[in-house]
């Protein structure tokens, strides 16, 4: 058994609101379906296991693109989401944050119940990862959130979180069905983080010495480390600047977002009598659903789709917000019943995008657009969790300007 990555982040407080997490369901609903429609159950677990695309799946919904929040929202809202339709879509989420973690093997079981999967099994994978990550390997993080996420055809993989609250970070491990081969023979594809000290690590190629003398005690043979591959480190500040975010993929979007685009190319005329605000939104959602792990590097990028509660990058847009779930999932709706040009419509979006980025001239300002979205706020329904954002006044114009 191999993890896959894992996400070193900042431990940030504060509840998402009500009207922020229905959003957040609605949409990663209508995004879990379209990957399921255009490339099945395999692919999305297999982006579910990416640290990078998970991190910017949680930035496009609504999450400050960072924070170590992103973990427990992402998959409370796919648990909310996703467990109601568990028959149509053919996929089970299961455990969560604390108390809710431990209901994990009773989940699994029913679940196998109901579709014939090998419930014990599946149990003992969930408890194996947990194990290997809180006891053979003790890095200083504890974990507190455990999800497993299964399809009806046994596929798995577990997202689960530690915290070391005395320097306020936490660590996100995943890992993937698709690496089986054993718990105790190279259980790691990668741990990673920031320096800190001797830690002890039972399944290390160091550690042989010790493996050797537990397992003639315990005739159990822990085995060595691979080397490490999927890494993330986040910066402890909230704001996103410049250096975080690829700005010749952003311009390239902002530049498809101008209302002339959907005259100017064919694919996009399903789309036509979007605003330019909810077309930027849409191709960095097209991203999140069909691109390659390589357009991942920067997740800070997709906060700039719909913002955050705490008004980081801005006050998330909640006309801009309502009218992308409410495309996608018509989008999806029609492909299920074998209509699927407006969802290729939505494709192209990221498809045009890059094919611009490729000759690009970045020109935009991330302050600039920041800024821009601020002012501008009120306008598409901004909101943060203190309320609405009001339409600024003659003299906030002139400073807004100004600066």
């Not at 399921?36 to 990078?52: A, I, Q, R």
Request: hydrophobic fraction near 35%; charge should be positive.
């Amino acid at each position: 058994m191999k993890q896959v990555g894992s996400a070193d982040l900042a431990l940030m407080g504060g509840s998402i609101p009500h009207w922020l997490f229905e959003r957040m369901k609605g949409l990663s609903l209508a995004i879990v379906e379209a990957i399921l429609t255009e490339y099945g159950h395999k692919m999305l677990l297999t982006k579910l296991s990416d640290p990078f695309w998970f991190q910017s799946f949680g930035a496009v919904i609504g999450m400050d693109w960072n924070s170590s929040g992103v973990t427990t929202a992402v998959t409370r809202a796919l648990k909310a989401a996703i467990n109601p339709h568990v028959k149509e879509l053919g996929l089970y989420v299961c455990g969560g944050k604390g108390k809710q973690s431990l209901k994990t093997p009773a989940e699994l079981l029913y679940l196998a119940d109901q579709t014939g999967l090998d419930g014990q099994y599946l149990v003992r994978c969930s408890k194996l990862a947990a194990k290997v990550d809180n006891t053979a390997l003790q890095d200083g993080f504890q974990l507190y959130l455990h999800n497993f996420i299964v399809s009806d055809q046994g596929d798995w993989v577990v997202i689960q979180q530690g915290m070391r609250p005395e320097d306020k970070r936490a660590r996100r491990y995943h890992w993937h069905a698709e690496a089986v081969t054993s718990f105790v023979n190279e259980p790691h594809a990668a741990v990673c983080g920031n320096y800190q000290g001797e830690i002890l690590n039972l399944v290390a190629s160091e550690a042989q010495a010790t493996q050797k003398g537990i397992l003639a005690i315990t005739q159990e043979s822990p085995e060595k480390i691979l080397r490490e591959i999927k890494q993330m480190q986040l910066p402890q500040y909230c704001k996103v600047k410049t250096k975080d975010v690829n700005l010749k993929r952003l311009g390239s979007i902002l530049w498809l977002a101008q209302a002339t685009q959907t005259d100017d190319f064919e694919e996009l005329l399903l789309l036509k009598g979007l605003g330019p605000r909810t077309l930027q939104s849409l191709t960095l959602v097209s991203e999140v659903i069909h691109g390659t792990p390589s357009r991942f590097s920067d997740p800070a990028r997709f906060s700039i789709a719909h913002g955050g509660k705490r008004s980081r990058p801005f006050p998330v847009p909640t006309y801009v917000y309502d009218e992308t779930v409410s495309t996608l999932k018509k989008a999806v709706d029609l492909a299920k019943i074998g209509q699927k040009e407006k969802q290729k419509a939505i494709q192209q979006l990221t498809t045009i995008a890059q094919k611009a980025e490729e000759n690009f001239q970045p020109e935009d300002n991330l302050e600039k657009l920041i800024e821009k979205e601020q002012k501008e706020s009120w306008q598409y329904g901004g909101r943060t969790n203190k309320g609405f954002v009001k339409q600024p006044s003659s003299k906030q114009l002139r400073l807004f300007d100004e600066s």
